[in-house]
């Protein structure tokens, strides 16, 4: 199954646009958990097993991983989802973008060593630099389009010599001449309603992942009407902190189920409103 069937079913069986980040800061962990040498691992999998039953995708962040030589337990978790909650796609938020050999690697390490399903890619080095991932014809590669950090608007709200700005760019050739597999996706920000109808008017039903509710302080309602599709999908829509940092004992896993519940119904009472 591709990755984008994967995640129409997700969006369909469970109702729900929601993609939990995962973003396991060690300082910010359950003291209980301080001190044991699988505490990232044993975090992620209980937020994951938590949360499962109101999400349609999992997002780990690998520098949060990496950073702590945790790589070996990013496996173990991919492989606890794929085996435990099948049917949830896995998006490896890794940001890659780098010359066609080099590629190829970060494919191989997204796809062959993790076992992604997906994987976050720049394309400020053309396309070259992400038919690597287009190579592994039922994995999904998500572009980078219109970032809801704040100095995305440097490069990519700048226009080109026929007025168009660069985030519009790079969507048309990601909906077009870039898209071999059929597999690709746009990351835009729910900070940015404006540029996700933009959006979503260029590439059709392709899917967005929206980072940027929750934390962030991107608007709910806003985002899911510029984003939507007419079916009322379309769209995986990231909180992280908001999520797994409900909670600081014991029971956080509850608190981060009831904080994914919330979130997921939040996104829900818009899906269908008029736009």
């Known amino acids: 199954m591709t990755f984008i069937d ?3 079913a997700a969006w369909h069986d469970r109702d729900s646009l929601l993609c939990v980040g995962l973003d396991p800061e060690p300082s910010r962990l359950p003291a209980h958990l301080r001190g044991n040498p699988d505490a990232i691992f044993e ?8 949360t499962a039953p109101y999400a349609c995708a999992f997002k780990p962040q690998i520098a949060y991983f990496s950073a702590q030589r945790a790589e070996i337990q990013l496996e173990r978790l991919i492989a606890h989802i794929h085996e435990r909650h099948p049917g949830l796609p896995v998006v490896l938020d890794a940001k890659r973008g780098d010359i066609g050999s080099t ?7 997204a796809f062959e060593r993790y076992q992604a399903d997906a994987v976050t890619v720049n394309p400020y080095m053309g396309f070259d630099s992400i038919a ?3 190579g592994y014809e039922n994995k999904g590669v998500i572009v980078l389009c219109r970032t809801s950090n704040p100095g995305g608007s440097d490069l990519q709200f700048l ?3 026929d007025g168009q700005p660069l985030y519009e760019v790079v969507a048309r050739l990601a909906a077009g001449p870039w898209n071999t597999s059929g597999q690709i996706g ?7 309603p404006n540029e996700i109808a933009a959006v979503r008017a260029i590439v059709g039903d392709m899917p967005l992942l929206i980072p ?13 009407k510029a984003g939507r599709t007419a079916d009322g999908s379309g769209m995986m829509i990231n909180s992280s902190r908001a999520i797994i940092y409900a909670g600081s004992g014991v029971d956080f896993g509850q608190a981060a189920a ?7 119904d939040a996104i829900n009472e818009h899906r269908s409103a008029p736009r």
Request: glycine share 10%; net charge positive; with cysteine.
């Open 132 to 134: 690597p991932y287009l």
């Open 43 to 50: 975090f992620c999998r209980t937020i994951v097993d938590a």
């Open 212 to 224: 940027g509710v929750g934390a962030q302080g991107g608007d709910v309602a806003a985002t899911v």
């Open 103 to 109: 590629a190829e690697q970060y494919a191989k390490e």
């Open 258 to 264: 009831q904080a994914a519940c919330q979130t997921r």
């Open 186 to 192: 746009l990351v835009v920000g729910a900070t940015f």
């Open 159 to 161: 226009r080109t010599a």
């Open 6 to 8: 994967q995640l129409r």
